[in-house]
């Protein structure tokens, strides 16, 4: 169930980062918008999901676990349009902050769905 869980707040953060940086970016919503779920997807299931699986395994308090993920976003999605863009700093700009609102997402989702009960 963790794991069907991890999947479907990773494919729904992708979603709605797509929505939310086009209104923060654009002021608007339009089929536009998702272009960016065909980065922000694979980044949210192949970078955010599997390194907070890996620093969960390893232990990492909650909040290490998510300041570690923004800093992925950051970073991976800088990367990804960085060197889809040779490098220019806009591009590069423009998907760290695609990469930022990804993990901010991720971040919120997790957290909405996490079960109330305590294990011991």
């Known amino acids: ?3 069907m869980r991890i999947v479907l707040v990773s494919v729904l953060a992708a979603v709605a980062a797509c929505a939310v940086a086009s209104l923060i970016l654009f002021g608007n919503i339009e089929g536009a918008s998702f272009a960016p779920l065909m980065f922000a997807l694979p980044g949210s299931l192949l970078l955010l999901a599997t ?3 890996a620093l969960a395994e390893q232990g990492r308090p909650l909040i ?3 300041a570690a993920l ?3 976003g950051v970073v991976g ?3 990804m349009l960085g060197f889809i863009s040779s490098g220019d700093g806009k591009n590069t700009a423009l998907g760290s902050f695609y ?3 990804t993990a901010l997402c991720w971040i919120a989702l997790h957290a909405l769905t996490r079960p109330k009960v ?3």
Do not use: D, Q, V
Request: aromatic share 20%.
């Open 118 to 120: 305590r294990h011991r």
């Open 51 to 53: 390194a907070y699986a």
């Open 77 to 79: 999605g800088g990367l």
């Open 70 to 72: 923004i800093a992925i």
């Open 99 to 101: 990469g930022l609102t």
């Open 1 to 3: 169930m963790a794991f």
């Open 64 to 66: 290490w676990r998510y």
